[in-house]
């Protein structure tokens, strides 16, 4: 029986997918103790002649479904992984040769009672579109906070590109909510964090993110994360959450405020202000003003958080109330 599982879902990303089965099939963990697990999630580019055709040194299965997003193809692949140990990645990761050797190293460190997060790294040379480099580039700050010893790691920086943690526990909480097709990942942690495991950063376990989507797709993610988080305090025992956005907001930036202020309850007013914010960041992109380019992509990722929160709490009002006493009425809606 392997130690590890590496669960790999992938969709319509053939070229790429190559590169990360290359990746892990260099690993320098033994290749009799891991397993990889690869799930098609629908794909329709020929990723199934190509696993179909697969010749591998480790120990490789897969499998294919109809799309239905990665919380379905992960369980899929749970069900079908042995390994002690489940190393989550994804198909735009591709893993240096020590990947699985870090990750266990931390596994063995801390008694295997946590999990193990490691960072998404922005390969050298690799052209990212101006948003996914913001995207990374916030990414990089929380990666140097944790390794300061700013903060701790929570459930809230678990991601699915790169991370591990015993397979018992993952079944202990009934492995992720089908239901979510964003953000599915965080909400397993926190009911892992309801366990009682640790959460442990590893920068050393990093992995080459070449993250690669378009601004459509980008934009439609933290609106999808602002839903969501209403979603898992309000239904999913996670009332802090509520709290927590409010008292984070009172942080953010002074414009990023005004301009949720001004656009909260207002879509088209939204929508204009996504189109400016991108000319701006268009514009400071081209003449290689990149900290006003970072500065609009931050407002537009803020703003369609926002959005989503509000929009999904049906309360446009609640983060510039004085007091925080209409909290349990919005939680009641």
């Keep these: 029986m392997p130690q590890v599982s590496v669960i790999l879902p992938t969709y319509n990303r053939l ?5 990360v089965v ?3 099939e260099r690993q320098d963990y033994p290749h009799d103790v891991y397993e990889v697990v690869i799930v098609s999630d629908g794909s329709s580019d020929g990723t199934h002649e190509y696993l179909a055709s697969l010749r591998s040194p480790m120990r490789l299965s897969w499998l294919t479904q109809p799309n239905r997003g990665p919380a379905a193809a992960r369980n899929a692949a749970l069900a079908r992984a042995t390994g002690e140990f489940i190393v989550f990645i994804d198909d735009d990761v591709v893993a240096p040769p020590n990947l699985l050797t870090e990750h266990m190293v931390s596994h063995r460190a801390a008694g295997g009672e946590v999990v193990v997060i490691g960072p998404l790294l922005s390969p050298e040379g690799f052209a990212m579109a101006p948003w996914v480099n913001w995207e990374q580039t916030t990414l990089m700050a929380q990666y140097a906070a944790m390794t300061r010893g700013d903060w701790e790691p929570t459930p809230r920086q678990f991601y699915t590109g790169n991370a591990s943690l015993r397979r018992s526990h993952i079944l202990a909480v009934g492995g992720f909510d089908e239901s979510f097709r964003r953000a ?6 926190y009911r892992l ?16 993110h070449y993250a690669d989507r378009s601004f459509r797709s980008w934009l439609e993610i933290p609106y999808a994360y602002g839903r969501n988080d209403v979603i898992f305090g309000r239904d999913r025992q996670q009332a802090w959450l509520l709290t927590t956005a409010r008292r984070e907001f009172g942080q953010r930036n002074v414009l990023v405020r005004i301009l949720v202020r001004l656009c909260m309850g207002h879509p088209r007013a939204t929508a204009f202000a996504v189109r400016v914010l991108k000319l701006i ?4 992109s081209f ?15 803020n703003l369609r958080y926002y959005q989503g929160f509000c929009e999904e ?6 983060f510039f109330r004085r007091s925080a006493e209409p909290l349990a009425r919005s939680l009641e809606r």
């Design 15 to 19: 070229a790429r997918l190559r590169q």
């Design 22 to 24: 290359a990746a892990l």
């Design 184 to 189: 599915e990942d965080v909400e397993m942690a």
């Design 193 to 208: 964090a309801g366990l009682g495991l640790g959460f442990v950063f590893k920068m050393s376990a990093g992995a080459l």
């Design 281 to 284: 960041a268009s514009t400071a």
């Design 287 to 301: 003449l290689g003003a990149a900290r006003v380019a970072q500065l609009a992509y931050s407002g537009i990722f």
């Design 313 to 318: 709490l049906g309360d446009t009002d609640f």
